[in-house]
Nanobody, 123 residues
Framework: QVQLVESGGGLVQAGGSLRLSCAAS????????GGWFRQAPGSEREFVAT???????FYAESVKGRFTISRDNAKNTVYLQMNTLKPEDTAVYYC?????????????????WGQGTQVTVSS
């Protein structure tokens, strides 16, 4: 089992930045793929970014160039640096872990999920 706890959400003005953290506990997280998803009210949960065990990354088109996913295996933590935030980035952001070793965009492939952290971007 892997437990995931997100932090770092909050309220920010458009154009601002936030850094989300996802701390993993339980099994060794180093070999897992980490992912970030988000869900806005009335919408389905959508893929944001993913990073695999050796640092390969992939991003949704809507966040490419603005968001950066990274990981610190010594701290069992995955980060999402969000810059140039827009009101349409407002959502609950979820961290997820996948036991495969590949970058993964499909929600159904992830085995573990955090409880989510709210990000609100005001215009």
């Amino acid at each position: 089992q892997v437990q995931l706890v997100e932090s770092g959400g909050g309220l920010v003005q458009a154009g601002g930045s936030l850094r989300l953290s996802c701390a993993a506990s339980g099994r060794t997280f180093n070999s897992y793929t980490g992912g970030w998803f988000r869900q806005a009210p009335g919408s389905e949960r959508e893929f944001v970014a993913t990073i695999n065990w050796n640092g390969s990354t992939f991003y949704a088109e809507s966040v490419k160039g603005r968001f950066t996913i990274s990981r610190d295996n010594a701290k069992n933590t995955v980060y999402l640096q969000m810059n140039t935030l827009k009101p349409e980035d407002t959502a609950v952001y979820y961290c997820a872990a996948d036991q495969s070793r590949v970058v993964e965009t499909r929600r159904r492939e992830y085995d573990y999920w955090g409880q989510g952290t709210q990000v609100t971007v005001s215009s």
